[in-house]
Structures are given as C-alpha cells and as structure tokens.
C-alpha cells in the first residue's frame, strides 16, 4: 500500500458532514493536513473536534463530504478496510492511555506490531527499543496498575509509534496530568514524531499543548473556521 504514498497533502477532509441523531457535531468541515506536519485541533468543548478526527482516522463515517488519506477517499471503505487502514498506517495516544491492564508495559508496546503480524521475540524487542527513548527503563514488566499516569502515558506514546504510522491521531493525550508531567509527555511526543517523520494530529482544549503544534486551527460549530499563521522556523 505504501507505493500509494504522494506528495500532496497527507489528509483531508471536505465538506464533512455528521450528526449524531438530530445533533448535528460537523457542519461542513474543511481541513488539509501536510505530510509531517504536527498539527493542533482546539476549539470549545462540543465544537466537535473529537468527532473531526474520528472522521479523519476513518474511525466515524461522515453522513456527507469526502476523506481523504494519501490522495484516496476512505470514507466510502468498509469496516474491515478502515480497520486495516488504522492498523497498518495509524497511531492512537487517547487522554486516559487505554493500556491493556493483563499485558506488561512492553506487551502493551509491542501489540499494534503483534497485530501486524511481527513474530513475537521481534515484536517485543522492538517494544523494548522504546523504553530507554521514553525514560521507562526498568517499567518493562510493570502492568498499568503499577504505573503512575505520566509513565502509563509514555507506554501509551511508545504503542501509539511503536508501528512508525504516518499519522498518529490523539485527543488530549495530556488531559489527565499534571502540567509538568503533560509537558515532559508533549516534549517526548514532538520529538519522537518528528525523528520518524510522523504526521500529528493533536485534539486539544490546552494552548500551552497546543504550543508543541507547527499550526493550529480552531473548530466552531462543527467547521474549521480559523486559520492561525504557521509558526516561524517550523
Ligand atoms: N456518540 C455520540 N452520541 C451523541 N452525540 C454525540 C456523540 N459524540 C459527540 N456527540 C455530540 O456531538 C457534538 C460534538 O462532540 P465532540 O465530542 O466532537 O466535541 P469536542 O469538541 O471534541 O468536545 P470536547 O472538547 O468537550 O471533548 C457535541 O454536541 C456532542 O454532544
């Protein structure tokens, strides 16, 4: 699938449409992402910021408007193609890190490679490079439970970019900790996706999150409605 990799912008989306019954969360919603670019995705609560990027992740499939990853259209893909797509090409990192409580920190590292289809010892290994990278020697064996939030959110980070997806897709990855804490995670999450060339999509309410991002837009209402200026030297 890579050989459909372009040059043009990594995702888009245009004219996104979708309500949840009667209420309606996108409006119209226009966004381009480039290629490597981290970029922030604030707005009010309810604005609809979550649903954008599930529509983004092909997670949510809009009730009207286009999606596209790499220049192709994935909103009209079936479940299993979507699910494939998320599996192979994207990253997740969510608030509260999901980690798998019955699996170790490296097990938990290590699955997006298992269902990849790596062979375990090589999986695991991989999973381990990450440790070191993230400051977590030693936490390997820890289940979640033994972990507290900002070393269980720095795993989360490692599975999330463990699999060098093109994008990683999060929603307030920071929003349960403490800002010290949420910063040293922000930091470590700019630069590992910056050395593997990773696009970042960052759901936020936090400008000083938002600060780590190249650009920001602001989601109103269900459109993307403001454009700030890049930053100088991104
Ligand atoms: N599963 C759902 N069922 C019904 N309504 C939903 C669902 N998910 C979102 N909504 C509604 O859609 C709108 C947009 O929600 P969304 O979660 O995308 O906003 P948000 O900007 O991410 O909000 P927040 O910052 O509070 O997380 C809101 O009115 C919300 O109540």
Redesign the pocket.
Known sequence: MTDTKGTGPVLEAEGVHLS??S?P?LRGADLTVERGEILAVM??????????LHCLAGILVPDAGEIRFDGRRIDGLGESERSALRRDRFGFVFQFGQLVPELTAEENVALPLLLGGMRRAAAVQRARSWFGRLGLDGLEQRRSGELSGGQAQRVALARGLVAEPEILFTDEPTGALDSLTGEQVMALLVSAAREQGTTVLL?T?DARVAAYADREVV?RDGRVNSYSSPRVGS
């Open positions: 949840f019954g209420t969360a707005g009010p609560s309810g604005s609809g910021k979550s649903t954008l759901v309410h989601v």
